[in-house]
């Protein structure tokens, strides 16, 4: 995520053009200089949150990390929503323990996304999320002599409609709910859904009713959940009897969670089938899958299919 400049402390010009001088060096390869004048704006302007996390980057690529805390842990200070994602780091470099990511910054992250979201996410990252999605539900449908209809579908971080057009000739009726207003605002030009919710994915569920969905997707959308239970416990609250829960995460070999090289959770397979169980959803498949790729490599992923009794 770039850093643009917040919270100038008093319009502080210098401390400005320093941060701007230092990402001029950064750009150039001039790490260390640009960590100089770095650490200089951020000294200048003690509420300057962009100076104090791009500080932190340049002292991780430095391979300085006790200091990359110390800037990070100033960014949190200077702006406590945490839009740049301070937390994060500090929890990939094990300085905090794994928490819920800053709602500012995911918000913000999406916002700046999603003018370009379609293009960079399929064109540049070859992802497939929706279409691993519905081939999963439509083998379930077929294993199971199940139609591959469903009435109503509740669409969790949902974007700009990729999963609802995968569907949309599946499914009569979506409701989708994304934490981001710009995604919320390109999901509506799409035609696809009858009503849209800005909210995170807990909270937007915590509000839909009882049993009143067949089927509830989540095309890569919860990364962002360190805990998948709570929100899963939701999900078998609103699904009707029988209803379908469908769902890809990116995971790694271990049990637990962790925080990836891209700043996004990733699930082991114990966790998701666990997390599933405490919700009181019958597994019905979760396999490994890759739905986008990172400097031309897969990321490794599951899709899980699982029904309310």
Known sequence: MSSAPLFLSSGDLIADRRYDFARDLQFRGDLSGAADLMAQAAELAPNFSSAWFALGELKQELNLHGEAIKAYRKAVEADPSDRHGAKLRLMRLGAEKLSDMPAAYVQSL?????????????????????????????????????????????????????????????????????????????????????????ADMVQGLAAEPDASFDLVLSADAIIYLPDLAPALKHVARVLRPNGL????????????????????????????????????LAVFALDEVSTRHENSVPVPGLVAIARKS
């Open 245 to 280: 829960v469908a769902f890809t995460t990116e995971t790694h070999p271990g049990d637990g969670v962790i925080i990836g090289e891209g700043f996004r959770y990733q699930h082991g397979a114990r966790h998701v089938r666990d997390a599933l169980a405490a919700g009181g």
């Open 110 to 198: 999406f916002d700046q996304y999603a003018p370009r979201f379609e293009e960079a996410l399929v064109k540049d990252l070859g992802y497939c999320g929706p279409q691993v999605l519905f081939d999963a539900v439509i083998a379930m449908c077929r294993d199971t002599k199940r139609p591959p209809l469903f009435k109503r579908a509740l669409d969790l971080g949902c974007g700009t409609g990729l999963a609802a057009r995968a569907f949309s000739k599946n499914v009569d009726e979506f409701i989708g709910i994304d934490l981001s207003p710009g995604m919320i605002a390109r999901a509506e030009k799409s035609g696809l859904y009858e009503r849209l919710v800005v």
